[in-house]
């Protein structure tokens, strides 16, 4: 009877262990999140509602333009590489590419943020978010 327990917790600590080790995917395999600031996304907040909120609405939701987050946008599902592209060459409508690159990049911050992306230590950089691949919002 003993002998039978130790080689029951035996076989349950080996089956713990080789779960644990199998479980996710390669860590590598994963694209880097871009990083922000919630002092960038909360500047960009004002830059957003400057230069993109008469068309997208106050809270991202649409208006003259489609909604950037929410149930009813695309954005949630694109990459912030793409977002951003489309956004610095295509945006704002009448203006395209007129904003500065501090601008743009709060902007982004505060989209990503929108659409459910946590702020970290590091500022957002070109770098990072046209090298985030990743679905923008992360729980689609
Ligand atoms: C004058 C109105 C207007 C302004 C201002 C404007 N947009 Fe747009 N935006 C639009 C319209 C209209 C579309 C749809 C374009 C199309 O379908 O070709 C669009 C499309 C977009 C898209 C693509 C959305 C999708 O579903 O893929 C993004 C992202 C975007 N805008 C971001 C911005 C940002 C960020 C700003 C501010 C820097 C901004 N826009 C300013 C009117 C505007």
Redesign the pocket.
Known sequence: MKVGLLWMSALLGAATAGSAFAAGPHPRARPALASFTTAQAYQGRF??IQ??G???GGDLGGQ?????AGPH???PW?TPAA?YS??TQ??????AGG?SQT??LN??AF?LQSNGRRAGAKRLTISAITNDTAALDQSR
């Open positions: 830059a957003y230069n993109c008469e068309c997208h003259f333009g489609p909604a950037l946008s695309n954005v694109q977002f489309y956004m295509q945006m704002p409508v009448g203006n904003l601008d743009y902007i982004a989209v």
